[in-house]
């Protein structure tokens, strides 16, 4: 018998897959309004038709990109969206500038597509995947 399709999960990630799983009403995941200050370079925050509030720093959707290429880093080291990779440690640390869009495109009535400031493009942002990876206290629990 092979165990090659066993993988052990802890409480808090098995807890995690049945939330990413539940079924978003179409409030929860259509939103009523969408900023993005983009000149003062603090996030992005959306209000939901339910009610609910969801902001972002620009840093954390930059780590959190959904595109097949960050999302398939991000799965082989293990890491979150929103998760910043490990610096090396060196002596002089080569300076990166913060994360913040060029340019913010609606994507269809769906989603949204920045352009960032590094070059990266790619990443499609879906109402869906926002509000499953709302970052305020009440959804993270």
Not at 109 to 134: E, P
Request: proline share 6%.
């Amino acid at each position: 018998m092979s165990h090659e399709g066993i993988r052990f999960v802890t409480e808090e990630e098995a807890r995690q897959a049945k939330a990413a799983e539940r079924e978003l009403s179409a409030d929860a995941k259509t939103p009523s309004k969408v900023r993005v200050d983009k000149t003062g370079g603090s996030g992005m925050e959306i209000d939901w038709k339910d009610g609910h509030r969801s902001q972002w720093s620009f840093a954390w959707l930059r780590l959190a990109c959904p595109c097949a290429t960050c999302h398939e880093e991000r799965q082989k080291s293990g890491r979150k969206p929103g998760e910043a990779k490990a610096k090396p440690e060196t002596l002089l640390p080569m300076y990166q500038a913060p994360a913040r869009p060029d340019s913010v495109t609606p994507v269809g009535r769906y989603a949204i597509s920045f352009h960032w400031n590094d070059g990266h493009q790619s990443g499609i942002y879906s109402w869906d995947y926002l509000r499953r990876h709302c970052v305020c206290a009440e959804c993270r629990q």
